[in-house]
């Protein structure tokens, strides 16, 4: 889920005051990188899934199944392999990434497919290659499941082993920080957003309504005070709602599993026009993947992820969210950070400029920078839309970078704007050429299923004659 760097975490009193550095040189970063890549042709079409896992223990004598905090354990061993062959220049069938849970694990095939039938064919068999090498690591109680949310995730006996929630990171009633990935960057990424927001996150799901749910739904496991945090009393002083599911930390958004998938295009052109024929195609698969209908344990009057996870980071301050005068803050931002897109991006005639009738929030000046630099109008108020935000984890070792050969600093705020789809540039240096990454699908249970609709958002008929390499 993003950019992994090392060093000393800064927190988010220090972290603010080097936001505009981050800007200002991750809009060069990117600059530098269009200018060196946008003649960049004849890429040819590779492809690539991320499937996200959770780790099942099943607890058979007491019919139990809880999450495992285990993964961190033996992610290195799961790992290994594709590092040694990376040394020989070689791939492998399989590769591994952490994720934000500590019970989570994201795989991919070892190497991207290509454009043919044939390698349509090889996305189930990779799957489960996938899901039997996880395996192997685990324990014979253990299991890699491809759900979207794990329906008791913040209620009642769910960890293996278990925690009570009182971490200082996430300050949660119901989520310990146990449950985070311990990479700095996790940690660090839930604290900084609840004190930029200036409350922890407030998730709020519709509670689905059967005859024995009482109107109002008055949660009754939330405590008036417990006394541990300040943040306590947010509960239910009015941050939950009635009639929904409650929910505080950024775990039962970002602790949910997708299925996302990136293309390389041949050119820009062609990764411009395939991120607008996305665009509509996003929310279409959200809902055909709609997996997710349980939170904290209750029935959802919904059936999708998305909201709760645009919820569970959404570090706007209450001035970004309109509930207070503009005073400090820079701008209104109508969105959390990890929402649809706001605007096309094609320059071929496929696009009408009517198109883009959302009033879009953007940095004036970034966007001047951007114009002045020949970047197009288009490009430009999409890149300055994404600098709205602030980085949210600055490592301290890392904030001198070279913009000519480093694209850390644009990472850190592209990769932290989790939209529906991402318009990806070629990392500086490297073989990858211009990408797209479709973001919205829900995880489904079997393989059979993830293949299936993979396959139905195929891109192959996106070539346009007018932008053909
Ligand atoms: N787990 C997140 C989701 O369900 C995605 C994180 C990522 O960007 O990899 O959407
Ligand atoms: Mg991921």
Redesign the pocket.
């Known amino acids: ?2 950019l992994l760097s090392l060093g000393t975490p800064l927190h988010w009193n220090d972290a603010k005051n080097h936001a505009d550095k981050v800007r200002k040189h991750g809009i060069q970063q990117f600059i530098n990188i269009y200018h060196n890549l946008k003649d960049r042709k004849n890429d040819v079409l590779l492809w690539g899934d ?1 499937v ?1 896992y959770m780790m099942v223990a099943f607890d058979h004598e007491n019919e139990k199944a809880r999450l495992s905090l285990r993964v961190h354990e033996f992610l290195p061993g799961l790992q290994e392999e594709e590092i040694e062959a990376a040394k020989r220049s070689l791939t492998v069938p399989t590769a591994w990434r952490p ?2 849970g500590r019970y989570m694990l ?1 795989g991919t095939p070892g190497s991207p497919y290509e454009g043919s039938v044939h390698d349509l064919l090889k996305v189930e068999r990779n799957m489960k290659l996938r899901r039997q090498t996880a395996r192997k690591h685990m324990r014979e109680n253990e299991a890699p499941l491809t759900l979207t949310s794990f329906p008791k995730l913040g209620s009642g006996d769910f960890l293996e082993p278990p925690h009570p929630a009182k971490g200082d990171a996430s300050r949660s009633l119901f989520l310990p920080d146990e449950i985070i990935n311990p990479h700095a960057r996790f940690p660090t990424l839930t604290a900084n957003i609840r004190r930029r927001r200036g409350s922890k996150v407030a998730i709020n799901i519709p509670i689905y309504h059967d005859k024995n749910t009482p109107k109002p739904f008055i949660d009754p496991s939330i405590p008036a005070d417990r006394g541990l945090f300040p943040e306590d009393k947010e509960a239910s002083a009015g941050a939950a709602l009635p009639d929904h599911i409650y929910m505080d930390s950024m775990g039962f958004g ?1 602790g ?3 299925l ?1 998938i990136t293309f390389q295009a041949s050119n820009i052109l062609e990764a411009r026009r395939l991120y607008d024929q996305l665009a509509p195609l996003s929310p279409i698969m959200l809902a055909l993947t709609a997996a997710a209908p349980i939170f904290r344990g209750l029935l959802a009057d919904i059936d999708c ?1 998305w909201t709760v ?1 645009a919820q569970s980071v959404d570090d706007r301050t209450p001035q970004e969210r309109g509930k207070e005068p503009l005073k400090d803050s820079r701008f209104v931002i109508n969105k959390s950070r990890y929402d649809s897109i706001d605007s096309y991006l094609s320059l071929d005639s496929s696009f009408k400029p009517e198109y883009n009738d959302l009033d879009l929030v953007y940095d004036k000046e970034i966007y001047q920078t951007l114009r002045d630099n020949n970047i197009d109008d288009l490009l430009a108020k999409h890149v300055s839309h994404l600098f709205i935000r602030d980085p949210l984890v600055i490592f301290e070792e890392l904030l001198e970078q070279d913009d000519d050969v480093s694209s850390d600093h644009f990472e850190n705020i592209q990769s932290t704007n ?1 939209q529906t789809l991402r318009f990806k540039p070629p990392p500086p240096g490297s073989q990858i050429g211009w990408r797209v990454e479709f ?1 919205s699908m829900e995880a489904q249970i079997t393989d059979f299923e993830k293949c299936g609709i993979r396959y139905f958002c195929c891109p192959f008929d996106a070539g346009n004659p007018d932008i053909q390499s």
Do not use: D, P, V
């Open positions: 889920m993003g991320e996200e994720e934000y994201e970002m949910c599993n997708c996302q992820r996870i989790w973001r």
